[in-house]
Structures are given as structure tokens and as C-alpha cells.
């Protein structure tokens, strides 16, 4: 197996002419006004934080919630409309303007990545889930589409985009596939949880074999693998200034199969995502059926991302009209009633039940004793976060990192609120942090309601997996949560506890336990997103106008009024 060449052919910006409405176009239209043109860089840009915040980092002071914190998270909306480009990083590189001293599990990191490569037909087109011999395969030898978004990001900081883009292309030729689980058919737009190269050394071929969902445990359809997917083709559009890929006519019908699956009309009557249990990174039995948080943010993200690829031709401006309709309605509802901090915490402990009629305060019915007695604990006095789940008589008050995280990057929650999350890590370090960042959920489901929610799943033990362990991967987001809002010092601190232990311990999946000190009892070594994971923190800290191509600036059409919404206040 070769090795994919370090100073692979980079891509400049491309125009495609011949097309009667193009990507870049769409920075016009009234809606958006977030301009998506490539601009060149200039050393202020390429900061990721405020001077202030820069010297808070350095004296190992943790700047306090102020206006001024509002105000800094405000000016690094700039980030977003930075042109990304394919440079090298960090590695094998000069110096970066910050001169930030690479760690020296850095360069072992990126050996680790290539030797995850996997190769079509001679082409790069992913990572393996993990390298780890000492186990049984199952399917960690394939390649995931949620798994390779970190070690994508990876490589187009360091100025190979040729992988990201094979990617693209043939999952999207994948999605094309007729995709059954025993008698029935899943809808078109459906892209695999994963595929696989099958070598087949007599007749001298590879054929690519794909998983729906029909052979994952639990048969249920992976929801956020087509909005990783658009998620991708926008970063690596910004990354490159490469429109020609999305605006080839396979992908832009890609996106549009991918948003009628989510924009078609039902029986709903909120704008969230109905989803089952396990359809996401937590991929087994964790009582996030419902409306999780990470598929509601990951929706909202990928929402935007299409407006923004989409092509203004016939079907392109209707799609465009659902989206905007869907943004706004979303928005609302998530801010409104996903969104908890302690003034929100005491109105519904004083919630009364059983209202009936459009004026009820207590709109979903919430039972103020079914709240768990850890949050009052848990809620810090300056501190919110988004939490796990809102429907009809049920509120999930668990902490979600992924969800939060994109929920900054997406500028799902507001300035405000984002400043709020990033409060709330630091004040609760030691339970979302521990020793190892970071908790994927927060707390341990245990006891009898481990049994009833989990049905006995021995791999979902409390402290464990996706019942509260802790996960390498979560790192490159939350460094660019902290980025995004001026709090470089949090992601230094929590990337210093993974170099402290990853690499000795041959790179783990995850971490268990309260505090993270134990690598996981079935966790797979060298695996493949925890190495991503770290570079893109890392490659992220040293460059911060990479973020450009994850983040998204606020739109001021979708910022809501200072005050809450009225169905949640007395």
C-alpha cells in the first residue's frame, strides 16, 4: 500500500464558467449577506482571539463573564469569511506566526493518520476507523462517514485536499445505491454509516461495499452522516476556494435528496428532527430517542452550509425558500426551549402542569419532579448549556458535548449564550473535563435506569462509552468552540491533558470512569478520530484561521430578541 505523497498537488480557487449560477453567487442573495468570497490573509486575520484573551492564556488566568467577553466573541465572527488556505501545518512547516513549539507526539500523530489511509483503485478515500490488531475487526476496519470529518479537516489544514475530495465524490456515488433493510426500502437521499474496499485478489479488483444501517447494531439508519457530509463539502469548498466540486450537478442533486429526507412534511409539530435511538455518534441504546441535541445542531449547521452551496437555479431557489423557512423556525425553538441556565432551571422547578389552551407557560407539559436532583447541583450561577432533549412530558437535562459544540461553531446559540457554555466547562472542569477531555455526555445513567434505558447494555456501563466517557475526538470541537469565543486557554489546558497520556497509551477510542483515568474496557487502540482529533485542536491553535472552515458567522436575521420567549417566563 503506498503512501499518499505529503506534498500532494493543491487546489486553487476554481471557476466554473460555464454554469448559470455558481456557489459563490449565493453571498448575494438578501437572506444570508455573509459573504463567502475567498479574501487574502492578513496577519490580524489570522488571529484567533483578542490580544486580552491572548495574554489571559499566558498568565494561566481564566477571563470572568462580562460584557467585554460578549464583545470578544462578537469581533471573532470575522473568522468565518477568512479565506482558508491549503498551507501546511505545523508539520514539516516553518514556524507559525504565533510560534507555537509543535509537541513531539505531533509528528508521530500524523504518522499514525497515514497509516489509516485507505486507498481505491490507487486514490485515497478515507481512514479506517482504528488500526488495532490486538482486537477483533468488526467494523472498525471500514470507513466511517462521521469518523473521517476530523481526519478531512486534517488534511486540508495541511494543504492536501485531493483525499477530502475522492471522499466526497464517492460517497456521494454511494448514496445513489437502492438501500434495503430486510423488505423495506430507505428514502433516496440516505448516505452509509460507513464502507468498505473488498479486494479481490483473483480477478485483480476492488469493489466498494457500503453500510445503511441495515448491518450496524441496532439496524438503525445513521441521521447525521448526510449532514457531516455537507458539512465536509462546504469546509473543503472554503478551504480551497474549489467551487467546481459543489456545483457539479451529482452534488448539488446529493444535497437536495439529503434535505427533502429532512424538510418533508409530516405529522410534527415542532421544526426539530425526529430521530430514533442510536442514529448518531452514540450509536446504541442511550435514551436519546426523540430530538437529540447533536442531530438538531448537526441539522441546523448542515442547513446552513446548503444555503450557502446550493445553486440559485430553479430547484436550487426552492430548496432555498424551505431553508430559510426551517432556519428561522429552528432557531427559535432551540434557543427557547432547549436552552437552560439557572434563571430558566427556576422557572420550570415553579412550572404548573396540566395547562391547556395558547396562553400555557408550561407548553410541553413538563413535570417539575421529574427534574433530577444533580442539576441543581450541576447548574453553575453563570453558566447554560443546551440540553439533551425536549418533547411532550420530557425534558433530557443531560450535558451533550458534540451537540453544544456545533451549536457555537453554527452560531445556533447566541453570542450570550455560547460565552455561557464556555463558562460552564470551566466551572465544571472536573465533570466534564476530568483528567481526560472530554465527557461525550454527562452524567452516568446507572442503577435501574440503566437497566430500563440501556436494556442492560454491558458496553454502555456507567462512566463508560457513550454513557459518560470520556473521548479523545470531542477535543478539535471544543478548540474551536473555545477559538470562536476568545477562550483559547480552555482548549490549551484540556489538549495538554491528552498529550499527557495519549500517546503512551497507543491512542484509545475512549476513556472510562468519572474523571477519565481508565482507557476504555473496549476501547480500540490507534483509533483513527482520536489522532485526528488532536492535530485539528492542534493545527487549529497554531493557525486559527482554519476555523473558517468549520465555523459559521451569526446570522443578524435569525439573532432574537434579548428577552425570552414569552411561553417560558411567568
Excluded at 501546511?88 to 506566526?97: H, I, V
Excluded at 415542532?270 to 430530538?291: E, K, Q, S
Excluded at 407539559?365 to 412530558?393: Q, R
Excluded at 471544543?478 to 499527557?500: D, F, M, N, S, W
Amino acid at each position: 500500500m503506498s503512501e499518499l505523497s505529503p506534498n500532494a498537488a493543491q487546489n486553487g480557487p476554481i471557476k466554473n464558467n460555464g454554469s448559470s449560477s455558481s456557489v459563490a453567487e449565493n453571498e448575494e442573495i438578501d437572506f444570508s449577506k455573509i459573504s463567502e468570497r475567498p479574501r487574502p490573509l492578513t496577519m490580524e486575520r489570522q488571529r484567533s482571539y483578542d490580544e486580552r484573551s491572548f495574554l489571559t492564556e499566558l498568565s494561566g488566568m481564566s477571563p470572568r463573564l462580562s460584557l467585554r467577553n460578549i464583545d470578544s466573541f462578537a469581533r471573532m465572527d470575522h473568522l468565518e469569511s477568512v479565506f482558508s488556505p491549503c498551507r501546511r501545518s505545523g508539520f514539516n512547516t516553518p514556524k507559525s506566526a504565533l510560534a507555537f513549539e509543535p509537541h513531539p507526539m505531533f509528528a508521530e500523530a500524523w504518522e499514525a493518520l497515514r497509516r489509516s489511509l485507505v486507498f481505491f483503485r490507487g486514490q485515497p478515500v478515507g481512514t479506517i476507523a482504528a488500526l488495532d490488531n490486538s482486537e477483533e475487526e468488526l467494523n472498525y476496519d471500514q470507513v466511517f462517514v462521521r469518523d473521517f470529518v476530523p481526519s478531512a479537516l486534517a488534511f486540508l489544514m495541511n494543504g492536501e485536499p485531493e483525499i477530502v475530495k475522492n471522499f466526497l465524490k464517492k460517497t456521494l456515488r454511494l448514496q445513489s445505491w437502492e438501500k434495503k433493510v430486510d423488505r423495506f426500502q430507505l428514502g433516496e437521499g440516505v448516505m452509509p454509516a460507513s464502507f468498505k474496499v473488498l479486494h479481490d485478489p483473483v480477478r485483480n479488483s476492488e469493489t466498494l461495499i457500503a453500510d445503511f444501517g441495515e448491518s450496524a447494531i441496532g439496524r438503525v439508519a445513521p441521521v447525521d452522516s448526510g449532514f457531516w457530509w455537507i458539512i465536509l463539502l462546504r469546509a473543503y469548498t472554503k478551504s480551497t476556494g474549489d467551487t467546481s466540486l459543489a456545483e457539479l450537478p451529482e452534488c448539488q442533486k446529493g444535497m437536495r435528496l439529503i434535505l427533502t429526507l429532512c424538510l418533508s412534511e409530516g405529522f410534527d409539530t415542532f421544526p426539530t428532527l425526529l430521530c430514533a435511538d442510536g442514529c448518531c455518534m452514540i450509536d446504541r441504546r442511550m435514551g436519546v430517542y426523540g430530538y437529540p441535541i447533536e442531530i438538531q445542531a448537526l441539522f441546523f449547521m448542515a442547513l446552513r452550509c446548503a444555503l450557502l452551496l446550493l445553486k440559485q437555479d430553479e430547484q436550487g431557489k426552492e430548496f432555498i425558500e424551505r431553508i430559510v423557512k426551517r432556519l428561522h423556525a429552528l432557531s427559535y425553538h432551540m434557543r427557547s426551549y432547549f436552552w437552560l441556565d439557572m434563571k430558566q432551571l427556576n422557572d420550570i422547578y415553579r412550572y404548573k402542569t396540566e395547562e391547556y389552551s395558547h396562553t400555557a407557560v408550561n407548553k410541553f407539559n413538563v413535570i417539575p419532579d421529574s427534574i433530577p436532583e444533580w442539576i441543581f447541583d450541576f447548574m453553575p450561577t453563570h453558566g447554560g448549556y443546551f440540553i439533551g432533549n425536549v418533547s411532550p412530558a420530557r425534558m433530557d437535562f443531560r450535558w451533550f458535548c458534540l451537540g453544544n459544540c456545533v451549536a457555537i461553531l453554527s452560531s445556533l446559540a447566541t453570542p450570550e449564550q455560547a460565552i455561557a457554555i464556555m463558562d460552564l466547562i470551566e466551572s465544571r472542569w472536573e465533570e466534564l473535563v476530568g483528567e481526560m477531555p472530554l465527557k461525550v455526555c454527562y452524567p452516568a445513567i446507572e442503577g435501574h435506569e440503566w437497566r430500563i434505558v440501556t436494556g442492560c447494555d454491558p458496553k454502555n456501563t456507567r462512566w463508560s462509552y457513550h454513557n459518560a466517557g470520556s473521548w479523545p475526538v470531542l477535543l478539535w470541537l471544543v478548540t474551536a468552540a473555545c477559538i470562536k469565543t476568545g477562550r483559547p486557554q480552555i482548549a490549551r489546558r484540556a489538549i495538554e491533558l491528552a498529550e499527557a497520556r495519549m500517546l503512551k497509551d497507543s491512542w484509545p477510542e475512549y476513556y472510562d470512569g468519572k474523571l477519565g483515568r481508565f482507557i476504555g474496557k473496549q476501547a480500540r487502540k490507534f483509533q483513527t478520530w482520536s489522532i485526528a482529533g488532536y492535530l485539528v485542536a492542534k493545527m487549529m491553535l497554531e493557525d486559527p484561521s482554519h476555523l473558517g472552515m468549520i465555523s459559521l458567522e451569526e446570522d443578524k436575521q435569525m439573532k432574537p430578541l434579548i428577552k425570552r420567549s414569552a411561553s417560558w417566563t411567568f
